[in-house]
């Protein structure tokens, strides 16, 4: 059975910083490509960043780029999301996810990595709250 577990939420002032944490295990984590997703309170849930199986490809969405940054570590089964430059508007519950499929490739479909019927394996999420 596979479980999904994040971790590192927490509340942080405007401009300061966050590391999210995400271990998976039931699965052979090095194949499954990861992403995270977040929902804020009274929003769908969203797209966040995107990591494949190897590490070679990484995306996120416009209103996280170049303030968060993925990585993964295939030696602990962690997915790691680091948060900097927080803003009110990134408080959320944030979730981390497995691809449905191994060793799964997008190749010029990547805009489909933040379809959320894309992954099957979900944390319960953990809470990030960013303070004006």
């Known amino acids: 059975q596979v479980k999904v577990v994040e971790s590192g939420g927490g509340l942080v002032q405007a401009g300061g910083s966050l590391r999210l944490s995400c271990t998976a295990s039931?699965?052979?984590?090095?194949?499954?490509?990861m992403a995270w997703f977040r929902q804020a309170p009274g929003k769908e849930r969203e797209g966040v960043s995107y990591?494949?199986?190897?590490?070679?490809?990484?995306y996120y969405s416009d209103s996280v780029k170049g303030r968060f940054t993925i990585s993964r570590d295939n030696a602990k089964n962690t997915l790691y999301l680091q948060m900097n430059t927080l803003k009110p508007e990134d408080t959320a519950i944030y979730y981390c996810a497995s691809h449905r499929t191994a060793r799964h490739s997008y190749g010029n479909l990547s805009y489909r990595v933040f379809q959320a019927d894309e992954y099957n394996n979900w944390g319960q999420g953990t809470q990030v709250t960013v303070s004006s």
């Open positions: 990591m494949s199986w190897s590490g070679g490809s990484a």
């Open positions: 039931g699965l052979n984590f090095g194949d499954y490509s």
